[in-house]
C-alpha cells in the first residue's frame, strides 16, 4: 500500500501562488508515475499534472499550462505542484495520485485525501 499525503492548499487572490506538495509513504516507489486532478463542487475529477517517474516528462491540462509547473523529489517521496498566476475558475479540492502509468483519466490506484484550493476574485 502507498499512502499520499497532500498539504499547501489554502485561500489566495486572484493572481496569486500557492505551492501544493504531495509526500508518499508506505510501499514507496520512486518508479511511480504522480499526477495531479482537481474536482470542483458539483464538477467532475478532471486531470491537471503529470509527472513520470524520472520528472524527465511532464503534461499538463491546456487549462494551466504555462501557469503550474509539476516537479517531484524522489528522495524525499514528494511531488509538487507550483500554482502562479492563480484564477477563480482554479478553485477546487486538488487530489494526488500514483500510478505505473501517466493516464489523463482518474484511474489511479492510490489517491490522497484531498487539499483545497479558494481563488478569491
Known amino acids: 500500500q502507498v499512502q499520499l499525503v497532500e498539504s499547501g492548499g489554502g485561500l489566495v487572490q486572484a493572481g496569486g501562488s500557492l505551492r501544493l506538495s504531495c509526500a508518499a509513504s508506505g510501499r514507496t516507489r520512486s518508479s511511480y508515475a504522480m499526477v495531479w486532478f482537481r474536482q470542483a463542487p458539483g464538477k467532475e475529477r478532471d486531470f491537471v499534472a503529470a509527472?513520470?517517474?524520472?520528472?524527465?516528462?511532464?503534461f499538463y491540462a491546456d487549462s494551466v499550462k504555462g501557469r503550474f509547473t509539476i516537479s517531484r523529489d524522489n528522495a524525499k517521496n514528494t511531488v509538487y505542484l507550483q500554482m502562479n498566476s492563480l484564477k477563480p475558475e482554479d478553485t477546487a479540492v486538488y487530489y494526488c495520485?500514483?500510478?505505473?502509468?501517466?493516464?489523463?483519466?482518474?484511474?489511479?490506484?492510490?489517491w490522497g485525501q484531498g487539499t483545497q484550493v479558494t481563488v478569491s476574485s
Open positions: 495520485a500514483a500510478g505505473l502509468v501517466v493516464v489523463f483519466a482518474p484511474n489511479y490506484d492510490y
Open positions: 509527472i513520470n517517474w524520472s520528472g524527465e516528462r511532464t
